[in-house]
């Protein structure tokens, strides 16, 4: 008879903690409570054996469990013979993992053999170790030779295969009502999540409400995986080449494995006479969806924008407005500061004012300088990098005299340029920035400043910061400490809503020798349509074996609609390749996708396929499939009812294996 578990413990009694079963009659039980090791009692009775945590009474109904619960080290019983029904059930569903059976009147009694069953699991999780990574390591080489393989197919498909069109797979039109966000004193920062990931990604569309600029303004578009910050499309626009209306990027190739959640962000800056604005949807979004705008009101809907995927190594577009220097650099974390190296403080050049450099201790020397009435000093670093970041920021700190009588500015000057005194600063230089004068703070001791920074700054540029004393006493002396010079980003950072959850990997239970096998699932989506008409679940099998045949990837969709099962398979640059040979099939916004139902499976649809691998990747899907429903519908509800539901679905499609065809 299969156990039951209460449904909010069926994750824990399934999860990856090592644990022990004790059966009924167990004295003392409590001496088994050790750190780190989990305690299930079982309770018989009327009906099924029902599974609970020691110390927790089994209220409520339970559902059967699915599979056999992983990392049990054993079972412990004062009479074996009462552990004969659990083991019948358990060499059915895990032959493989079936536990042992302790022997013990008490806990006290059980505990030899369960730390001699702990050290022999801990022994096997090392083996299982040393093979993990020795696994790795060949992985590593195989990963090499794939990469090398994979350029050389790539430099011969370009030649041999004409070039794949992108298919639109996510849109948001613009507003008719005219909702857009527009730049403000001739700056606009935001941020928007594409809602979906990186991988293949290879065009992306805005659509310009107005734009009204002239050649200094800049436009600047990044597409960022929102969880490492790291840049996988960047684009950089200057004001003439923008016009109203919907404006296409395309990357110059699409983006390949990246499973990051696509973040994009723009970033302009305007001329004082110049306008921008980006449109928006009609309707409001989800509060992750909605566009992310600095400094500005929350808004509730998003970017009006359209997505292309791509079949990557397909594609080779030569793109325009492409800022290929900056793909694949880490983007600071917006709002962090980030430090200057100690480098760059020991090449700064000192050639005006009374400046020194102090360092007390151990600590790394700091910029000193003096300042009489009326004096100024002049810092230079020469080579400040620059990349991803908006503003740049120093923190003075007056250890004589008033903060009152401090005036300080940042200046950015061209990589290159030489400056020996005041008078070489420009501020009609090429990329040349002047932050003004920036006073220190009556009282605090301190002068902070800050100088924004172009949206297309170069990758490295000379930084100047000037001090001066605007006391007019003789005796009114500074003495200032440059304590800090960092840089900051300063856009919208992605909210946590927009991150994509990692998809929890579940194991599926033991399968005999002979039969179809698959290491782990997956459950991408769960999606259910207003009424209950229609519902799916999106699942990925991961190293899929049968017979002679092995797959690293299997994805299918197990759909209901109207109480009818369908099997459904899509052929698109995120969807690992399910048939060598596509059988004809319709075609929809997203690409061409099949949609089987009961009645085709078991009747001439397999016949139709055109190898025997195509045909054997069918019944491999079909045969795994209440395994892999069972042991993933447990992330999308937690209703007994729909998950029994959800496997009888499941269930009647996998007859169609053996099913005989319909005349």
């Known amino acids: 008879m299969t156990p039951e578990v209460a449904p909010g413990a069926l994750a824990a009694l399934c999860g990856g903690q090592p644990k022990l079963i004790l ?87 059980a505990l030899p053999a369960v730390a001699a069953r702990a050290i022999a699991a801990l022994a096997a999780s090392a083996a299982e ?177 359209g997505l292309w995927t791509a079949m990557p ?26 430090e200057l190296p100690q480098q760059i403080w020991q090449a700064a050049r000192l050639p005006e004012g009374r400046v020194e450099r102090l360092a007390i201790g151990t600590q790394p020397a700091r910029l000193v300088a003096a300042l009489a009435p009326g004096e100024q000093a002049l810092v230079v670093l020469p080579a400040v990098p620059l990349n991803g970041l908006d503003l740049l920021r120093a923190e003075l700190v007056v250890a004589l005299g008033d903060a009152a009588w401090l005036e300080a500015a940042l200046w950015l000057q061209p990589e290159g340029m030489t400056i020996g005194a005041l008078a070489d600063l420009s501020p009609t230089a090429p990329g040349a920035r002047w932050s003004g004068w920036h006073a220190g703070a009556f009282g605090e001791g301190s002068c902070r400043l800050a100088l924004s920074l ?79 008409s229609y519902r799916h679940l999106d699942l990925l099998m991961e190293g899929v074996r049968a017979g002679d045949h092995a797959w690293p990837r299997l994805r299918c969709k197990l759909a209901v609609a109207d109480g009818r099962p369908t099997l459904e398979f899509r052929q698109r640059p995120d969807w690992p390749v399910v048939f060598e040979t596509w059988p004809p099939s319709p075609t929809d916004a997203a690409g061409p996708y099949l949609v089987l139902s009961e009645a085709q499976l078991a009747g001439d649809f397999p016949a139709m396929l055109a190898g025997d691998r195509d045909r054997a990747t069918l019944s491999t899907v079909l045969r795994l499939l209440p395994a892999v429903v069972a042991t993933v519908a447990r992330d999308a509800t937690t209703d007994p009812e729909e998950y029994e539901r959800w496997i009888a679905g499941a269930r009647r499609l996998a007859a169609t294996v053996s099913a005989p065809a319909e005349g």
């Not at 079982?42 to 056999?68: K, M, N, V």
């Open 129 to 305: 170790g040393v093979a993990a990574q020795q696994g790795l390591v060949a992985l590593r080489q195989e990963h090499e030779a794939l990469r090398l393989a994979h350029a050389a197919l790539r430099q011969a498909s370009a030649h041999l295969q004409p070039p794949t069109m992108p298919v639109l797979v996510a849109s948001a039109e613009p507003s008719p009502g005219g909702h857009a966000v527009a730049a403000k004193a001739g700056r606009l920062a935001l941020g928007q999540a594409l809602g979906t990931k990186l991988e293949g990604l290879a065009a992306i569309a805005l659509h310009l409400r107005e734009a009204l600029l002239g050649a200094e303004a800049v436009l600047r578009v990044r597409l960022y995986g929102a969880e490492s910050g790291r840049i996988a499309g960047a684009w950089v626009l200057h004001g003439r080449s923008l016009v109203p209306g919907w404006l296409t990027l395309d990357l110059p190739e699409p983006v390949g494995p990246l499973r990051e959640t696509a973040w994009l962000e723009v970033k302009a800056e305007l001329g004082p006479h110049d306008r921008l604005a980006l449109s928006l949807t009609a309707e409001p979004v989800a509060p992750g969806l909605a566009v992310a705008v600095a400094e500005g009101p929350e808004e509730a809907r998003a970017l009006a924008f």
């Open 313 to 338: 190594g397909r594609r080779l577009v030569q793109a325009l407005y492409w800022d290929g220097e900056a793909i694949g650099l880490p983007a600071p974390p917006t709002g962090a500061p980030v």
């Open 23 to 109: 059966l009924p009659g167990l004295a003392a039980p409590e001496a088994l409570a050790l750190p780190g090791l989990a305690l299930w009692a079982l309770r018989a009775g009327e009906g099924a054996p029902r599974l609970h945590p020691l110390g927790e009474a089994p209220d409520g109904p339970g559902i059967a469990l699915p599979a056999a619960p992983g990392q049990v080290l054993g079972i412990i019983a004062p009479d074996p013979a009462a552990a004969a029904p659990l083991l019948d059930w358990w060499q059915e569903a895990a032959p493989a993992a079936l536990p042992p059976v302790i022997a013990a009147a008490s806990g006290d009694a």
């Open 454 to 532: 172009p949206p297309d700054p170069p990758r490295r540029a000379v930084v100047a910061l000037v001090l001066r004393n605007r006391a007019e006493a003789p005796e009114e002396v500074l003495r200032v400490e440059v304590a800090r010079l960092f840089g900051m980003r300063a856009v919208q950072p992605p909210p946590e809503a927009a991150r994509r959850a990692p998809v929890p990997l579940r194991i599926l239970p033991g399968a005999p020798a002979a039969a179809p096998s698959a290491a782990a699932a997956r459950l991408l989506e769960r999606y259910a349509a207003a009424g209950g």
